[in-house]
């Protein structure tokens, strides 16, 4: 079947833009996971939804960052005023619950460069 | 911060023989898992070991876990070329997303 897709797979913009990167997760998949992942790091977590909402957005480097899953599938993840250290890969991932025994699948990613 | 660290940072080694890569951690777990990431590509799930278990195996891979000194150890034998890549444990850290260490990237000459 279908995994994680993400679009776009790389994305480059501008210092002070704005943009949204897309995550399509599994079928069926209710939790929904952002990550970022600077270059010789590992990635780092964003922000968690269980169904519609965001059950843990505390990995939210600021209030540039947003994201939103409002029909409990696709989820957008916004950044305003992009600043050029906010280049890197974002992953998405999903699961099919919320369980803690539960391996996440995750998304090829967005490179964002922010020139 | 990230909670967990890989040691060592790059290993190289050649066809056939065996990789040992080791994640130590700082907080209690439920449980760790091992990912795989090829260059340029997302992460692949390798194996999941729950706090409750010692040792976990699929196919060539060995992963052992000690909760007592917090660490966790990941064998691959009889390595391949396709092996290359960079690997990562991760923990729940008690919570429902996962925290990453730096990763060991591993290069198998053939």
């Known amino acids: 079947g279908a995994g994680v897709s993400q679009t776009p797979s790389n994305k480059v913009t501008e210092k002070g833009k704005y943009v949204e990167l897309r995550c399509d997760p599994i079928s069926g998949h209710t939790a929904l996971y952002w990550y970022r992942q600077s270059l010789g790091q590992g990635p780092e977590f964003l922000i968690y939804f269980q169904g519609t909402g965001a059950a843990d957005d505390s990995g939210l480097p600021n209030d540039r960052f947003f994201a939103v899953r409002p029909e409990g599938s696709v989820s957008t993840l916004k950044i305003q005023r992009t600043e050029r250290g906010d280049s890197a890969v974002y992953l998405c991932?999903?699961?099919?619950?919320?369980?803690?025994?539960?391996?996440?699948?995750f998304g090829p990613g967005t490179r964002l460069t922010v020139l | 911060s990230q909670q967990g660290e890989e040691d060592p940072q790059a290993l190289s080694i050649q066809e056939g023989e065996n990789a040992t890569m080791n994640c130590s951690y700082k907080t209690s777990i439920n449980n760790l898992q091992w990912y795989r990431q090829n260059s340029g590509r997302g992460l692949v799930h390798l194996i999941l070991?729950?706090?409750?278990?010692r040792e976990k195996h699929s196919g060539r891979l060995r992963v052992t876990l000690d909760t007592s000194k917090k660490s966790s150890s990941l064998l691959i034998t009889a390595s391949r070329a396709a092996d290359t890549a960079s690997y990562f444990c991760?923990?729940?850290?008690?919570?429902?997303?996962?925290?990453f260490g730096t990763g060991t990237r591993l290069t198998v000459i053939p």
């Open positions: 070991i729950r706090s409750n278990e």
């Open positions: 991932a999903s699961s099919p619950t919320s369980g803690r025994y539960n391996e996440q699948f």
């Open positions: 991760a923990t729940d850290g008690g919570a429902n997303n996962l925290f």
